[in-house]
């Protein structure tokens, strides 16, 4: 339901006053970021100029909504799953946005350009209705271009939507931008993001949907995203989860307070301490064949006219992903299993 | 027994005790291709796919150990493994997408054989591939 626009006033001025005379927001903002620096404040987002997305007005920041912001202590430390469960699943959404009502908020960028909270009561009244756009132009922090053979896509870093563009729509917003790793872009958050997609669209109903980008002290590049879920119609009966998706690369040492990488050799993830952590989980889960092999990628790319398989960082590893005899393994056990051998080079 | 189950390029099943992904396309040809015929599921299942028409529909916690010869079962949640003697055909639906996933399905597809595939337009799925596959001979 659209708010009149002396509604919008009052709340505009209330937001206002909060911003200014209250600290509230600044503490929020130091247990989410961990770094003492300025509140990220939430602004509205003007949503209605050429789309047929609803207007929605906010004054409260995301992270005001009963948010209980995780510090990155609590975390276990990536070892080799893209993303890891936090309070059992269980997601903390207030019992007041539990409604029919969609709506999104976006976080003011802080004083070192870094995304804050984005929530959303994602319905499919906010979805995308037509073509994405280019984001080359938003740099978010830490953001640096550079790429790695034994990428995926070879580029390291991906411009990574809080709230993914099929959800909102929201395509080149920086307060929605963030500096991640392919691997936590298309391994991590993608799943996510695909799971609520289908389910809103299927089903008519909302989902609320909360991205919050957790930074280590004054770090540019975060590392991880909380991402929760919860589907309101059905009282979470459809969606409802609640994961820290970690920002790594397999392979890829990374510095979090600049964005700076480097290869690790290997198979080690990165991190600023430089410590090694674990590949990515081989499991032992093979897909369908050739499915979609140019976004699941990062795991074993056998040939089926050959019988060779080819692993991340050897000659035709990229060759393969474009070839009509591909087919993907989780793991060169499950291909050796499957009668392929490793290629030499 | 013929085993229908719905995966995602992980051959992932579900995630945090719920189902990836539906689309009612997939409901449809399900309908479609168990007309006639048992369909046994679980009381989970029932929820979505219970009011299919035109079948004998058939809830039961133990659902995979009851159903006989040329019965069809709905896996969603169950391990199969333990029942892999009694699998006739596997009829797959892939979702072409990745979703999160904690319970996979545990049967090595590569050691079956494929006699079917075709694919058409879900209703929120770009692509579903339906395959169907037999015990190798």
């Known amino acids: 339901m659209k708010k009149t626009a002396l509604h919008r006033y009052l709340l505009l001025c209330m937001a206002v006053f909060c911003l200014l005379f209250t600290s509230c927001g600044q503490a929020e903002h130091t247990n989410l970021a961990g770094t003492g620096e300025p509140p990220a404040s939430v602004t509205e987002t003007p949503q209605n100029e050429g789309t047929s997305k609803p207007e929605v007005i906010t004054t409260e920041s995301p992270s005001e909504n009963g948010k209980e912001i995780i510090s990155i202590e609590e975390i276990p430390a990536y070892s080799g799953q893209p993303y890891v469960e936090i309070d059992g699943n269980q997601p903390k959404f207030p019992e007041k946005d539990k409604t029919k009502e969609s709506f999104e908020q976006y976080s003011e960028l802080d004083s070192l350009g870094r995304c804050g909270v984005a929530y959303a009561n994602v319905g499919k009244d906010l979805m995308p209705t037509g073509k994405r756009e280019s984001i080359g132009k938003v740099k978010p922090s830490g953001w640096h271009t550079v790429k790695y053979d034994i990428v995926e896509g070879k580029y390291l870093y991906n411009r990574c939507h809080l709230i993914g563009f099929q959800l909102t729509a929201e395509n080149a917003n920086e307060k929605n931008l963030i500096t991640g790793t392919r691997y936590m872009n298309t391994k991590g958050m993608l799943p996510f993001e695909n799971v609520v997609a289908d389910y809103v669209e299927e089903t008519g109903n909302h989902v609320l949907y909360r991205a919050t980008p957790i930074f280590e002290g004054k770090n540019l590049v975060a590392k991880g995203v909380q991402m929760e879920g919860y589907s309101v119609e059905d009282e979470g009966d459809g969606i409802c989860f609640n994961v820290f998706v970690y920002n790594v690369q397999p392979g890829i040492w990374i510095d979090y307070a600049t964005g700076e990488s480097r290869e690790d050799g290997g198979n080690s993830g990165g991190g600023k301490d430089g410590k090694k952590t674990p590949a990515p989980d081989a499991g032992s889960q093979t897909g369908q064949d050739g499915a979609d092999a140019k976004t699941e990628a990062v795991e074993i790319r056998g040939n089926k006219k050959s019988k060779i398989y080819h692993c991340p960082g050897q000659a035709s590893y990229e060759e393969m992903a474009d070839s009509d005899h591909l087919v993907v393994f989780r793991s060169e056990k499950e291909a050796q299993v499957a009668g392929y051998r490793k290629a030499k080079r | ?137």
């Open chain 2, 1 to 137: 027994m013929i085993v229908i189950v719905c995966l995602d390029d992980k051959k992932g099943m579900m995630f945090n005790h719920r189902r990836q992904s539906r689309d009612q396309a997939v409901t449809d040809r399900i309908q479609k291709i168990c007309a006639g015929k048992k369909l046994w599921m679980n009381a989970y299942s029932d929820k979505l796919y219970g009011s299919l028409e035109g079948m004998e529909m058939a809830i039961n916690v133990d659902f995979l150990s009851l159903a006989e010869i040329g019965e069809f079962s709905l896996i969603e949640s169950e391990s199969l493994a333990p029942f892999a003697e009694k699998i006739e055909q596997i009829i797959v639906f892939w979702w072409n997408r990745t979703y999160p996933a904690d319970i996979y399905l545990d049967l090595d597809l590569s050691q079956w054989e494929r006699k079917e595939r075709y694919e058409f337009p879900g209703a929120s799925h770009e692509k579903i591939t339906e395959e169907r596959y037999e015990r190798r001979k």
